[in-house]
């Protein structure tokens, strides 16, 4: 009890299977998308997305 609970999956971006992952929402949940499509990402790839999708709203300003 109290102990951290992670969801260990496969990757759908690099593929690796039984790794720590983490739901990326593939559109932004204050763009609507609690309800739409989610990808499990480990937490590499979820990291690089999130810096990614800040770099381009960042670029357009
Ligand atoms: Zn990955």
Redesign the pocket.
Known sequence: MGKKRTETGA??????EE?EITIHHLTPKEMGGTFLPTAN??I???KQIMLYIQMLSSEQG
Do not use: N
């Open positions: 990757c759908e971006l690099c593929l690796r790794v990402l480990c590499p790839c979820h």
